[in-house]
Structure formats: structure tokens, C-alpha cells
């Protein structure tokens, strides 16, 4: 594990240049989500790696995953999908086309809602959002391991914990 962070990184470059532009300007802001965003764009690739030998990327793995977390009978409408995964009821309405060719999930009409549909999760699709979420852990893991102690990465979640929670 390495535990000594790079002495400059590209973060602390844009920060730099900001600093000879506009010397009035406090960057720190700048040095944390920039940091984040890199990261998040980073991870993003890592993941959708681990997830491709499963013949889905992050999109579709966490409409299933959401479905898997919702507990038996794994099964949730368009709406509070859409509202659990923060995206658009088209861009849901596509992933949901894919995922239900593949026989990862079915759609159903609503028992209770006659204008409304049930998407449920297949076994299959149990046992494929089984096999990938622990691929994608795996390469967190990784990451965070290669960084960080497990004290530091526990510290550093309640930190985000703390910052999410503010700018929510």
C-alpha cells in the first residue's frame, strides 16, 4: 500500500494556474471536487470494466442492483427506479428495453395501478447483478487498498458522508 500521496498532482497544477490569474481566489474548494470528479470519472471506467464481462455497464448493472437491494420479489415500478437512480424516464425506458431482451428483468402490468407497470427482477438477472456486484467491489477495493489504510478509508467515507450531506 502506498500511503505517501504524489507531491503534485494535476489538480494542484490547475489550482497553481488559477493562483497567478486571480491571486483573490481561495482554490481549496477547487482542490477537493476536483479531485472528486477525477476520481469518480476514474472509478467509473474501472467499474464499467468489471461489469462488461456480464455483458452490461454501470448504467443497466444499477438498475439491476437496485432491484436486487429492493429485497424479494425484487420488484419496483418505472417510477421509483427512475427516482432511486436519478435519471430520465427515457433514458430508464431504454435501460429497462435492454435489460428485459436480455432476460435480466420482466415488465408487468401493475396489480394496482392499472396505468402503471412492475418491473421485476428475473432469477437470471439475480444471479448475474450477484456475480458483477462483486466485481465492482473487487475493484474498489482495490483502489482504496493501493491508497488508503482501512482506518483512512473509513475516515475518509464519513467525511464524504459529512460533505454530501451539506450539498444535498
Same mark, same amino acid.
Given at each position: 500500500m502506498n500511503t505517501q500521496p504524489p507531491a503534485h498532482d494535476p489538480v494542484d497544477a490547475i489550482a497553481a494556474q488559477w493562483a497567478v490569474v486571480r491571486p483573490d481566489l481561495d482554490t481549496l474548494p477547487m482542490a477537493v471536487f476536483g479531485r472528486i470528479y477525477r476520481l469518480a470519472a476514474a472509478m467509473r471506467g474501472k467499474v464499467d470494466k468489471a461489469y462488461a464481462p456480464y455483458? !452490461? /455497464? *454501470?448504467? @443497466?448493472?444499477?438498475? =439491476? /442492483? #437496485? =432491484?436486487?437491494? &429492493?429485497? @424479494? +420479489?425484487?420488484? =419496483? &415500478? +418505472?417510477? @421509483? *427506479? #427512475? /427516482?432511486? =437512480? !436519478?435519471i430520465t424516464t427515457g433514458g430508464m425506458t431504454g435501460r429497462l428495453d435492454k435489460l428485459e431482451k436480455a432476460g435480466l428483468l420482466t415488465r408487468s402490468p401493475d396489480p394496482n395501478d392499472r396505468r402503471g407497470l412492475r418491473v421485476t427482477l428475473t432469477e437470471r438477472g439475480r444471479e448475474l447483478v450477484d456475480q458483477a456486484v462483486g466485481a465492482g467491489l473487487a475493484r474498489q477495493r482495490e483502489a482504496l487498498e493501493g491508497a488508503l489504510t482501512e482506518e483512512e478509508a473509513r475516515q475518509l467515507a464519513g467525511l464524504l458522508r459529512k460533505l454530501l450531506a451539506t450539498t444535498a
Open positions: 455483458g !452490461m /455497464a *454501470l448504467g @443497466e448493472f444499477d438498475v =439491476l /442492483a #437496485t =432491484l436486487r437491494r &429492493s429485497g @424479494e +420479489p425484487y420488484t =419496483l &415500478s +418505472p417510477r @421509483e *427506479l #427512475t /427516482a432511486t =437512480l !436519478m
